[in-house]
C-alpha cells in the first residue's frame, strides 16, 4: 500500500519531467499509481501534465471507477483501470504520445529491443496494439488482450503506454521506449543495421529475469 499523498507527489513530479522531456506536450497524455488493491489516483482530464498540483489529481476504485475525490478524470481512465484489474503486478501506468513513438505507430510498426542490450534490459518487447478511438471500452479490450508479460505497448496511430511497479520505473520506460524509436527511425536507409546475435539477446533477457 502507498500513501496516496506521497504518490500524487511522484505523479505530480514525473509530469513535470516528463513535460520538461517533451514526452509528454499541451494537455496530451496521463499518468496514474496504484494506492492499494482497490484505489488509484489518477490525472485530470484537459490539464498540462508540467502544470499539476498534487490536489488536480482524482482518486477512483479500482473496481467500478466511481471517483471518491477530486474532479474530472482523464478520459483515457478505462485502460487505466483495466491495467490495475488485470495486472496485479502493475502499480503505475504511464500514456503519452512522444514524437517518435508515435510516428512508428502511424507507420504501424512497433519499437525494436533487439538493437542495444538496454532496449531488451528494460524493455524486453513491446507489444503492438491495434486502433481503436481514444477513450473507448474497445480500446481498452484491446490492451486487455495484450497487457500479459508485456510493460511497453505502442498503440497503433496514437502514442505510447508504458507501465510498472511505481512512477519512477514506468517514467524509467518511457524514457527508453521514446529513446529505442527514435534510434530505429534515425537508423532508416541504413543497411548496416544489425540486431544482437541470438546467443546475445538469450544472455541478456536471462541477466534481465535474474534482476527481478
Ligand atoms: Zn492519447
Do not use: W
Request: charged residues 25%; contains cysteine; glycine residues 10%.
Amino acid at each position: 500500500m502507498r500513501i496516496e499523498g506521497e504518490l500524487r507527489k511522484e505523479i505530480v513530479d514525473s509530469g513535470r519531467e516528463l513535460y520538461q522531456l517533451r514526452l509528454m506536450t499541451g494537455t496530451g497524455g496521463n499518468i496514474s499509481g496504484r494506492i492499494d488493491d482497490k484505489a488509484i489516483v489518477i490525472t485530470p482530464s484537459g490539464v498540462c501534465k508540467g502544470k499539476m498540483k498534487a490536489y488536480d489529481l482524482i482518486r477512483m476504485l479500482i473496481e467500478t471507477g466511481e471517483v471518491t475525490a477530486g474532479g474530472k478524470p482523464s478520459m483515457e481512465t478505462p485502460f487505466h483501470l483495466a491495467f490495475y484489474r488485470q495486472r496485479k503486478d502493475v502499480g503505475a501506468v504511464i500514456h503519452c504520445h512522444p514524437l517518435f513513438c508515435t510516428l512508428l505507430s502511424v507507420t504501424g510498426e512497433t519499437v525494436r529491443t533487439d538493437l542495444t542490450p538496454e532496449g531488451l534490459m528494460v524493455l524486453k518487447d513491446v507489444s503492438f496494439i491495434p486502433y481503436a478511438t481514444p477513450g473507448s471500452e474497445q480500446l481498452a479490450k484491446n490492451l486487455a488482450m495484450g497487457m500479459d508479460g508485456h510493460d511497453a505497448f505502442i498503440l497503433e496511430s496514437h502514442g505510447a503506454i508504458t507501465v510498472g511497479r511505481d512512477i519512477p520505473d514506468a517514467c524509467h520506460k518511457m524514457e527508453t521506449l521514446e529513446f529505442l524509436a527514435e534510434l530505429q527511425v534515425r537508423a532508416r536507409g541504413n543497411d548496416r543495421l544489425k540486431p544482437l546475435s541470438a546467443e546475445e539477446k538469450d544472455r541478456i533477457l536471462a541477466l534481465a529475469n535474474n534482476g527481478k
